[in-house]
């Protein structure tokens, strides 16, 4: 695998389900951020990460928990979502001297029903 | 608070045409800035940045872009549409100290026979 990695692609959850979203990125970098896409809206940025510690929570419910265990890997976990938090979740990575080159994972499309 | 204008939610062209498409930023310290493309089902792609020297950029498949602070704006062009050039396009800066990349809300380019 090469680059930044998201897994599910895929989620539809129920809201009182527990779900977590997974990032891996396999550049060497120190830095990962996660990011909301919702239809007619821009791109949110929703939690960064630098050196595995959060530095950056833009008002984010609490019903969305990160965790950053090391610098590869990055998890969004879910529960008790409401519709309106059905987007694309996408995830980057950088180098934290290098935030103007953020790479992007394919996303995960979830549905919230 | 910085802010990225993308004019136009869909910009159509014909194939082999010009391809424009416009942004511009509120900030009194030019920030970085990007071009982003999205196909459908991936994720974002850097295309472009500027982030000092010169202000005309040039990036992957043909794009460009020029940095111009006296109109702050940053319109990306290509000189002859393709097919496989149809996808969204998004604007972003990071300020300058900053990490965060704020983007606009992206444009739909749709090129036609």
């Known amino acids: 695998e090469t680059g930044v990695t998201q897994t599910p692609r895929h989620l539809v959850m129920g809201m009182t389900n527990k779900k977590s979203l997974k990032c891996e990125q396999h550049l060497g970098h120190n830095a990962m951020y996660w990011y909301k896409q919702s239809a007619k809206k821009p791109l949110e940025l929703m939690f960064v990460?630098?050196?595995?510690?959060?530095?950056e929570n833009n008002s984010v419910p609490s019903r969305f928990s990160p965790e950053c265990p090391n610098s590869s890997h990055l998890f969004l976990h879910l529960h008790t979502l409401q519709p309106e938090d059905s987007a694309l979740y996408l995830c980057a990575s950088s180098q934290v001297f290098k935030v103007y080159e953020q790479y992007f994972g394919p996303g995960t499309r979830l549905t919230v029903t | 608070a910085q802010s990225v204008t993308q004019l136009g939610s869909h910009v159509s062209v014909s194939e082999g045409a010009l391809v424009l498409l416009r942004c511009n930023y509120s900030?009194?310290?030019?920030?970085?800035l990007f071009w982003y493309v999205q196909y459908p089902n991936q994720g974002l792609q850097l295309l472009l940045k500027?982030?000092?020297?010169?202000?005309l950029v040039k990036g992957i498949n043909g794009f460009e872009a020029e940095f111009k602070k006296s109109e702050t704006s940053f319109h990306l062009t290509k000189p002859s549409a393709h097919m496989s050039d149809a996808a969204e396009y998004f604007c972003?800066?990071?300020?300058?100290?900053?990490?965060?990349?704020?983007f606009g809300k992206g444009t739909s380019l749709l090129v036609t026979p």
């Open positions: 972003a800066v990071i300020p300058r100290p900053g990490y965060a990349l704020n």
């Open positions: 900030s009194s310290v030019p920030p970085y």
């Open positions: 500027y982030t000092t020297g010169a202000t």
């Open positions: 990460y630098s050196l595995e510690e959060r530095v």
